[in-house]
């Protein structure tokens, strides 16, 4: 339906937000290697320039799926990618997505340093990655630590970043439970602990505590 859909759309505004689709959803092997060709640029799409971040978003799709050679995908876009701040956020972010869990373990743990927290919306993009739906089940033992890392990542990050924070960790989680872990870690918060924080939680935790419901029936 996607690609019928990509064909069909009239204008490349369109184009781009059918091909956003199926590259964000894509499962089966034909189609995901119909995208490596796009990345690969043996495909072109009728309509549809693509861009450097086009083709960096697409590499790190194909990595999160672990096709064959999904290090040297990662690797040869870091190598395409010219402008140095991008090519920075792909480099931090690669860890996140790798097919090793040592390696996306150590990626984690670094975020305990304040300093590797500085460039927040790189650090939620490797967050979204590291909680890519298809590593819900690996990813699922990060959720506790993240939530006793909230109230430092209050007190050394910008306002809205524990909330962005959550929003990032909960997002490809939709399991029982991933659920009760929340819903421990909130049940034995000490006396004391920011209200806001508390709040914030748990706005954050509404959508998992409903697809982990609609999963359950």
């Not at 499962?27 to 693509?50: M, Q, S």
Request: glycine residues 6%.
């Amino acid at each position: 339906m996607l690609r019928e859909g990509l064909s069909q759309a009239s204008t490349p505004s369109q184009k781009a937000s059918w091909f956003g689709a199926l590259r964000n959803v894509s499962l089966t092997p034909g189609t995901i290697g119909w995208l490596r060709h796009v990345w690969e640029k043996k495909e072109n799409i009728t309509g549809l320039t693509l861009a450097e971040n086009d083709y960096t978003s697409l590499a790190l799709e194909l990595a999160v799926r672990q096709v064959d050679g999904w290090s040297d995908v990662l690797k040869t876009q870091l190598g395409r990618i010219e402008n140095p701040d991008r090519k920075a956020r792909f480099q931090f972010i690669m860890p996140a997505i790798s097919a090793d869990p040592a390696e996306r373990d150590r990626w984690f743990q670094s975020l305990k340093d304040v300093n590797n927290r500085r460039r927040e919306p790189w650090v939620l993009d490797g967050l979204n990655y590291l909680h890519h739906p298809l590593r819900a089940d690996a990813s699922k033992k990060y959720v506790q630590p993240s939530l006793e890392m909230l109230w430092d990542i209050q007190k050394t990050g910008d306002i809205f970043f524990p909330k962005r924070w959550l929003d990032a960790t909960f997002s490809g989680h939709q399991t029982k439970d991933a659920a009760d872990i929340i819903r421990v870690f909130v049940k034995g918060l000490p006396a004391g602990y920011p209200e806001r924080l508390k709040n914030i939680t748990l706005q954050s935790a509404d959508e998992l505590y409903k697809a982990a419901e609609i999963v359950k029936k």
